[in-house]
């Protein structure tokens, strides 16, 4: 397995509060991600970044704002939470980006649910 | 608008059973395809990946099928267990901003 940590694993938390989840990598590897996966849609990208301090949108980043001051850390945080946001979030990892067909992985997931 | 369907939603098997699983794309160019197994609580793990030249990839008793000219790929899952019970997620890259478009996956359950 891909070390991966993403903490907390779940929380319950309630609207407009902020949230932050964290992405904790041993692999050294450049890329780092966060998806959501909610039912009726496949994962959609949040916020990725490519390096420290190197960070991009996704397609669902409304709402959201990640931060990397470190190799192995990437933070996604929720500014003020809303009941849209209840989902699992996925961290993810891999050494180049997608074009390159080298394995993507992928941490244990967080539950968040927003109450 | 890029999508990737996958099929079937659902499917339930007997242990020791094969099976196949669909994805259709409509993603182009693309420049490879995954395939995921995702078992409940848990992330997603990386089953095959193919170019688009590729058109067969194996991984144990999971064969990944792909044809670039119809944009579809297909799992076969051979001699299936109790541990292949989870979610299959078919994901596509596309080469020009080097998107992953994510299928919703097929559920498999495969009962005694």
């Known amino acids: 397995d891909a070390g991966i940590t993403q903490s907390p694993r779940h929380k319950v938390t309630e609207t407009g509060t902020p949230v932050t989840l964290r992405c904790h990598q041993t692999e050294n590897h450049r890329y780092m991600y966060w998806y959501r996966q909610d039912p009726g849609h496949g994962l959609r990208l949040i916020h990725y970044?490519?390096?420290?301090?190197?960070?991009d949108k996704g397609e669902v980043s409304d709402g959201y704002s990640v931060s990397r001051s470190k190799t192995e850390d990437f933070l996604l945080t929720l500014e003020s939470a809303t009941s849209s946001q209840t989902s699992v979030y996925f961290c993810?990892?891999?050494?180049?980006?997608?074009?390159?067909?080298?394995?993507?992985?992928f941490g244990e997931g967080s539950w968040l649910t927003v109450v | 608008k890029n999508q990737v369907e996958q099929s079937p939603q659902s499917l339930i098997i007997l242990e020791g059973k094969n099976c196949t699983l669909q994805c259709n794309y409509t993603v182009s160019p693309f420049s490879n395809l995954r395939w995921y197994k995702q078992d409940t609580g848990r992330g997603p793990v990386s089953l095959t990946i193919m170019t688009f030249s590729e058109n067969t990839k194996s991984n144990g008793r999971y064969t990944a099928t792909l044809d670039a000219d119809t944009k579809q790929s297909s799992l076969h899952i051979t001699a299936s267990q109790l541990s292949d019970s989870a979610s299959y997620i078919c994901v596509v890259t596309a080469p020009l901003n080097e998107k992953l478009t994510f299928g919703t996956g097929t559920r498999l359950t495969i009962i005694p």
């Open positions: 993810a990892i891999s050494g180049v980006r997608g074009l390159a067909g080298n394995t993507i992985y």
């Open positions: 970044s490519y390096g420290v301090k190197d960070t």
